[in-house]
């Protein structure tokens, strides 16, 4: 049985991954299809943006990836061993040494009755990365400062409601790197700190994937952020990805409807408050419960044609490293 | 038509008094949106809520004037703040599932409003419909209830509520931080033409500064209770003076332009209780001198409407 | 919340927020302590009890009289001999007293000390395990809510042999499922949050969360839950010794109460024999709920800011909270 793929420069690839949900108390056929069919992969080192709204699926396809929720269909090859047949039952330690997660609300993520060490001790001492009381402790420090939280003996004896949100935030990257992971995956890390601090915390992702070389799964629905740290981006829609691109083509050359209502929804103070006239902002996200079998912005965008709402488009290069899920590109 | 004068509020907590607005003056014209932009501990709600006098305790009003068309809101008694509210000032609050009551039909909570304020029943629903066709909603959903909607809806419902007695001067309190950019930007399309139509004066609280340039006619900065800068929106973003307005202005990634690198402000909003000495920022300004540890600066007047709370333009320098 | 709600709600991005929290946090073991102990409603119920198990553990020196031995004539008022009279068969009340404090304050702790236990492995492990786990065993729990407490009891206690032991099992299997079901709401909630969450993701044992990350969370409402359980045995049984359920020759609060009114003590108008232990076992009520009342308190940190800013109202003299109060003299805090 061939469960690894050859020699491939991407830590991650993530292929028809796909999450339902049940509803309904008692009849419990009916399903929120959160993630469909996604596919992606992220090179070692580098930063992959997942950008999309609200109930779009970023964060579900994060859980899938980090195994806290079972997937309902699809793979994960990691380094290039399709980790769903090697460990259908759950992740193995040696998967959760390579892969880590960050979550978004900085104070919910760390447990207040514990002490910053207990919180970075843990992950040291179940990973076998030290072991004697002192070893543990200057390991301790050690992450703390490698995050830029100083004086980090006096940080280590806080509890987290002693520290400010900023702070929790680098404490919880440092718990992610104490087992000297290759990927981490981040849930819109930034979006619950103050606007002061984001950048603080972002330029430090930046600099964890300069100097470790680690890849980085990074969720937002902000475009502007994506696009200051993300090699990749992908856009979701409704479960979807529908574009994906570099920063530049994404911004400048954006090819979905959708991405394009994005881009210009974003607030910009070189221009005055734009108008949405032409396309029609007041519908908004389709149910996700039983959808339909066409394009999911089918209802929405202003350029549709009858075949978007029968079939899902295929994915399709729109330049060198570009792609687009919409008819309008289609043969 | 509003003019707010040395305003203090503190809240009293087991740790101390916290300090949470020192000493805050601004004034908003008619036709005016004035745009109040800060971080968390920046004091910014609590104003919002100190002006109307909805704080919730522990708060408490230690100074200041709040003077509206001629009164001072600070000197008003229970029944006449009762009729004050909603009529000359109304507010949109951050989360409309916060301000809507989820177990009553949204046509109650419309009508609550104006039935306080003397209006018959009759009347209300004429202006319930009227309203709803204002904000852009069907007739139809006077009669859900509020999870019944989508969050774009129900925040459209609480603006609908905010103008249902046409006062002259809305509080928007961080409208659209719980919403999508998409909804985000339609619902601001929303309030800027109905602004054009009735002709109210908006005070736009929010922490995200690049939305407050697109949509106000001047900003005012707040950082640890006080306010450091204020001035026309453009001309703050073009010629920002404070320290803090500049790291701020640093705070915000583009989607266009060239990719250079950002920094934010290092450090971490202070504590309130016992805050730094001298000028609150001090801690983590980049321009730090000697006399910002010690003297508290004054606001000084630099230009037309633009004035700065900081030594680096003070006339002691 | 419905899965849609929660799949929008994981995916939404907002400026800093406040999460819900289940149980208000407590800061640390220390300071909590310190906190408590600083409430006049925790001093006094830590005072009472502490001033019970005294009694309990010196009885020897504080009553050096034979409870069950028969000092004088039957229904003496309080002398100074007796100084509480004697009952109805001629015993020194105030030795009973003393002695049945033992029996009361063992029932009454073992009996907490044995449901909260039950209830914590019923309720974390329901909590925690998704599915048919929790199915079955919060069915369990569910059926032993329902059947009437008193009745139960009473069925119980009369078929099997009389004894203290039989009285806490018999307590204990009554009394398991409410904190049952409170440690697995608890449980549920807390299972949510991401710091659970973050743990899984860094390779801990389920056994190791449950009691490690999600426990200590819960620690007030366990001292609380047990300290109900105290008040409810003590109570319970007290009442199912005056039914008659019990040893009777066991002095305790409660046989005490049983003989007193065998003995017609109303009739007799001899207060003294049925009036001292129905205080006791009032007053052990009275300091469990204090000392659960100051939890809360210290938990819940709106309660102290209330106190403080309800102090400084009065004395400014201003009783309306329709609008924010407006008090330009200087404050002393």
Redesign the interface.
């Given at each position: 049985m061939n469960q690894t793929r050859t020699n491939h420069p991407a830590i991650l690839e993530v292929s028809r991954l796909t999450k339902y949900f049940s509803v309904g108390t008692f009849n419990r056929s009916r399903m929120v299809h959160a993630v469909e069919k996604a596919s992606f992969s992220v090179e070692t080192g580098q930063v992959l943006a997942l950008v999309g709204e609200s109930g779009c699926g970023k964060t579900t396809t994060i859980r899938l990836i980090a195994r806290l929720i079972p997937t309902t269909d699809g793979e994960i090859f990691f380094e290039g061993i399709d980790v769903l047949k090697s460990e259908p039952q759950k992740a193995s330690m040696e998967y959760r040494n390579k892969v880590q997660l960050i979550f978004q609300d900085p104070f919910a993520s760390l447990n207040a009755v514990h002490t910053i060490e207990h919180h970075l001790a843990r992950p040291l001492i179940l990973h076998k990365k030290a072991v004697r009381r002192q070893e543990i402790h200057d390991q301790v420090c050690g992450l703390l400062e490698s995050v830029d939280l100083n004086p980090a003996e006096e940080i280590a004896r806080r509890y987290p409601h002693q520290i400010s949100g900023g702070q929790r935030q680098r404490v919880a990257i440092a718990r992610a790197l104490a087992v000297e992971p290759r990927l981490i995956l981040a849930d819109e890390p930034i979006s619950m700190l103050d606007v002061s601090i984001r950048m603080g915390v972002l330029n430090l992702i930046g600099r964890l994937k300069e100097e470790q070389g680690i890849a980085f799964v990074y969720i937002t629905h902000d475009l502007a952020s994506a696009r200051y740290i993300g090699d990749q981006i992908i856009v979701m829609y409704a479960g979807h990805m529908i574009e994906g691109g570099t920063g530049d083509m994404i911004m400048e050359r954006a090819a979905h409807p959708y991405t394009q209502l994005l881009l210009s929804a974003v607030p910009d103070p070189h221009a005055g408050l734009r108008t949405l006239k032409d396309l029609s902002v007041r519908g908004e996200v389709p149910s996700l419960i039983d959808p339909g079998p066409g394009c999911p912005f089918s209802a929405r965008c202003p350029q549709v044609m009858t075949v978007c709402n029968q079939v899902m488009p295929m994915q399709r290069e729109v330049e060198t490293g570009h792609w687009v899920r919409c008819h309008l590109f289609g043969e | 038509m509003l003019e707010v004068r040395d305003l203090r509020v503190v809240?009293?907590?087991?740790h101390?008094?916290v300090k949470a607005v020192d000493g805050v003056s601004m004034t908003i014209q008619p036709g005016e949106v004035l745009g109040l932009a800060g971080?968390?501990g920046s004091g910014k709600s609590t104003l919002a809520?100190?002006i109307l006098?909805?704080?919730?305790?522990?708060?408490?009003?230690?100074?200041g004037q709040a003077i509206f068309a001629g009164r001072d809101i600070?000197?008003?008694e229970?029944a006449e703040?009762?009729q004050f509210r909603w009529k000359e000032i109304s507010i949109v609050f951050q989360s409309a599932m916060n301000a809507l009551n989820p177990v009553m039909r949204i046509r109650d909570q419309l009508y609550d409003v104006m039935l306080q304020h003397g209006l018959t029943k009759g009347e209300a629903h004429e202006r319930a419909v009227q309203l709803f066709d204002l904000v852009?909603i069907e007739p139809r959903r006077l009669d859900s209830y509020p999870h019944q909607l989508?969050g774009?809806m129900r925040q459209r419902v609480v603006i609908a509520i905010a103008l249902a007695l046409n006062p002259p001067l809305l509080i928007m309190d961080?409208p659209t931080?719980?919403l999508?950019?998409?909804?985000?930007?339609?619902i601001?399309?929303q309030i800027?033409s109905l602004r054009e139509k009735l002709g109210f004066s908006i005070l736009f609280i929010t922490?995200?500064?690049?939305?407050l340039?697109?949509?106000s006619t001047h900003i005012a900065i707040m950082y640890a209770g006080e306010i450091v800068e204020q001035s026309q929106a453009r001309e703050l973003?073009n010629h920002a003076l404070h320290p803090y307005t500049v790291?701020?202005m640093?705070?915000?990634?583009?989607?266009?332009g060239d990719?250079h690198?950002?920094?934010?402000?290092?450090g971490?909003?202070p504590d309130l209780v016992t805050p730094p000495t001298g000028c609150r920022f001090h801690p983590r300004c980049p321009n730090m001198m000697p006399i910002c540890t010690q003297v508290t600066p004054q606001t000084n007047l630099i230009s037309n409407e633009h004035s700065v709370a900081c030594h680096l333009y003070s006339e002691s320098k | 919340m419905s899965i849609i709600t929660k799949v929008q709600a994981m995916d939404t991005g907002s400026g800093p927020a406040e999460t819900e929290p289940c149980e208000k946090p407590v800061s640390t073991q220390r300071d909590f302590l310190q906190r408590l102990f600083r409430q006049p409603k925790a001093i006094i119920g830590i005072v009472i009890l502490t001033v019970f198990i005294l009694v309990a553990i010196f009885a020897p020196l504080i009553a050096p009289i034979d409870p069950n031995a028969f000092v004088g004539k039957p229904n003496l008022h309080p002398t100074l001999v007796n100084w509480l009279g004697t009952t109805g068969q001629g015993q020194d009340v105030f030795s009973q007293l003393v002695w049945g404090t033992r029996i009361s304050l063992f029932i009454g702790f073992t009996v907490g000390f044995l449901s909260t236990l039950l209830g914590l492995i019923m309720g974390m492990i329901a909590g925690y395990m998704p599915g048919i786990v929790d199915g079955i065993l919060n069915m369990f729990t569910n059926v032993f809510l329902l059947i009437p407490g008193l009745p139960l009891l009473i069925t119980l206690a009369s078929f099997l042999p009389p004894g203290i032991m039989t009285v806490v099992m018999v307590l204990v299997f009554t009394g398991w499922s409410w904190p049952a079901r409170v440690f697995r709401s608890q449980t549920l909630c807390l299972r949510e949050k991401d710091f659970v969450s973050a743990a899984v993701v860094s390779g801990e044992k389920t056994g190791r969360i449950v009691f490690s990350e999600i426990l200590p969370n819960m620690l007030s409402l366990v001292v609380s839950s047990f300290f109900g359980s105290v008040s409810y045995a003590i109570a319970a049984d007290a009442g199912l010794a005056f039914l008659g359920f019990e040893d009777v020759n066991k002095v305790s609060w409660g046989t005490m109460l049983f003989w007193a009114s065998n003995n017609s003590a109303l009739l007799q108008e001899a207060w003294w024999t049925f009036l001292p232990p129905g205080l006791c076992i009032a007053l052990v009520s009275f300091a469990t709920t204090m000392l659960i009342y100051a939890m809360d308190e210290v938990t819940n940190p709106r309660l102290r800011s209330e106190k403080e800013i309800t102090r400084v109202l009065r004395k400014f003299h201003i009783f309306s909270r329709r609008s924010t109060p407006v008090i330009k003299e200087p404050i002393t805090q």
């Open positions: - | 809240y009293l907590t087991a101390g008094s971080e968390s809520h100190a006098r909805i704080l919730h305790p522990p708060a408490l009003i230690t100074g600070m000197e008003m229970d703040l009762e852009g989508s774009g961080e931080t719980a999508d950019v998409v909804v985000q930007k339609d601001l399309q800027a922490h995200d500064l690049s939305l340039v697109e949509f973003f790291g701020l640093n705070s915000f990634p583009s989607i266009g990719r690198k950002l920094t934010g402000i290092p971490s909003p | -």
